[in-house]
């Protein structure tokens, strides 16, 4: 099955600075690598995702990028303020053993964002 | 758009009793709802896949008799926790997909059950 390996599992950086977060997977079929962000005790939320025939995706100060033949996944986000501080989870989508498809996440990047 | 409701949000049982949680997609279909729990500080472990009308697939290691799934329509799945034991205690969260034929990828979440059993 597929296997999602994140780094780093913790990240501080100064209010402004960007940060970046990376994910490697091992399923050469996997074809959809969303992020998410979870703030303590809520829901994950969908942030920004990319499919396997985009290198590169981005959304305001939120970026994503894909090398394929590396299998490797990496966010970005620039200005950094405050409010992204959270735990952020990247994901690998994959099909399982039964013939559908199923995300394999990250074990998780911890991100505080010191004013 | 793409809201997911579980419910409840917490709740405390007795060792031995059963709970139930729902999962619902208010403004959607969703053929396909995901369960996943969730330790303190760790990542999410998909317990199991619901497809409507059929029976859930369970990943390795997940007892099909002990956390029962049902999906019996578009917008809900259930998910029954029996004889429920301390180390049963987690957070609960379910996603679900949007139905839209072959292309739909995007996987939105529920808030959440913490389970506390006592």
């Known amino acids: 099955g597929e296997n999602v390996e994140q780094h780093p599992s913790t990240l501080s950086v100064q209010e402004g600075d960007s940060a970046v977060i990376k994910c490697t997977y091992s399923?050469?079929?996997?074809?959809?690598f969303p992020w998410y962000k979870q703030e303590l005790g809520k829901r994950p939320q969908l942030i920004i995702d990319?499919?396997?025939?985009?290198g590169e995706k981005k959304d305001q100060r939120i970026a994503v990028t894909l090398n394929k033949t590396a299998k490797h996944f990496s966010l970005h986000i620039t200005e950094t303020h405050p409010e992204d501080s959270a735990v952020y989870f990247c994901?690998?989508?994959?099909?399982?053993?039964?013939?559908?498809?199923?995300?394999?996440f990250g074990k998780g990047t911890k991100l505080s964002v010191i004013p | 758009g793409a809201v997911v409701s579980q419910h409840p949000s917490w709740v405390i049982c007795k060792s031995g009793t059963s709970v139930k949680i729902e999962c619902r997609s208010l403004?959607?279909?969703?053929?396909?709802m995901f369960w996943y729990r969730q330790f303190p500080k760790q990542s999410l472990m998909l317990m199991a896949t619901?497809?409507?009308?059929?029976?859930?697939?369970?990943e390795q290691g997940v007892e099909k008799d002990k956390f029962l799934i049902n999906h019996a329509s578009l917008t809900l799945s259930t998910l029954t926790v029996t004889s429920a034991h301390p180390e049963d205690s987690s957070f609960y969260i379910c996603?679900?997909?949007?139905?839209?034929?072959?292309?739909?990828?995007?996987?939105?979440f529920g808030p959440g059950t913490r389970l506390t059993v006592t």
């Open positions: 619901s497809n409507e009308g059929s029976k859930a697939t369970y």
């Open positions: 399923d050469s079929a996997s074809n959809y």
């Open positions: 994901a690998a989508r994959s099909e399982s053993g039964a013939g559908s498809y199923q995300l394999t």
């Open positions: 990319i499919r396997s025939n985009v």
């Open positions: 403004d959607f279909q969703a053929t396909t």
């Open positions: 996603s679900a997909r949007p139905h839209r034929g072959a292309a739909s990828y995007e996987q939105y």
